[in-house]
């Protein structure tokens, strides 16, 4: 039974979270009474999160195997959500972690020592019992971001829009070498709120230029970030 609600909640993530929602962010502190299904988002170990006051951890490497390619993005409407082929995993607690999406939220969900940065991107991945873990990434106003550029260029202008690029692009060129990493308990940072993902936040700070963020930003029309969630005595560790 755990199985299958877990299972379930990556069937949500992947079909429901950002299609057709019946939740806006502009009543995110309603989302927890909008339905019976959302009860998790008045739960106590919510996302996001301010990253502040960490324990230093001797945590495990983080070991990304992203080999496939992006092929298409998709407006999903609250958010823009990247697709690709089959192939990318992350090693995690001795488990393998299926890439399924990844997607960005203006300005980020997560702060880290208070600080608010423009662009965020989530990796989301599950294994095969249906755990989730979501790697997070920050990115400063800068020089140009590559990667984004060739994005950009596909960037779907409608809801439900979906554009193939001209030239697929590698998964793993979003990964910066510096893999060292915040790791905390949390949730889902959309309805359902479903509890008991584990989140990785990068500590290797991006690039966007102020054009790219700016292009983002105005295609949501909106932030698309849920405020921070009380900590509640949870711990924050990193390496």
Known sequence: MKKAMLCAVVFGLMNT??????????????????????AACNSVNQSPINIQGSV???????????????????????????DFAQGGELQL???????????????????????????EIHFVHANTKGELAVVGMM?????????????WQSLPKQKGQRNVLATPQPVNHMLPK????????GSLTTPPCSEGVRWLILKDIQQASAQQIAAFSKLMGHPNNRPVQPLNGRVIVEN
């Open 93 to 119: 607690d001795g488990d393998t972690f299926v890439l399924k999406q990844f997607h960005l939220h203006s300005p980020s969900e997560n702060l880290i020592k208070g600080k608010s940065y423009p662009l």
């Open 178 to 185: 510096n893999l060292q990493y915040y790791r905390f308990s």
């Open 56 to 82: 230093k951890a001797e945590l495990e490497p983080l070991k990304f195997n992203y080999n496939t390619m992006i092929h298409a993005i998709e407006n999903k409407g609250h958010t823009v959500q990247v």
């Open 17 to 38: 979270a950002y299609a057709d929602a019946d939740w806006d962010y502009k009543h995110t502190h309603q989302w927890g009474s909008l339905s019976d299904k959302y």
């Open 139 to 151: 990115y400063a106003e800068g020089l140009e971001n590559p990667q984004l550029a060739r994005l």
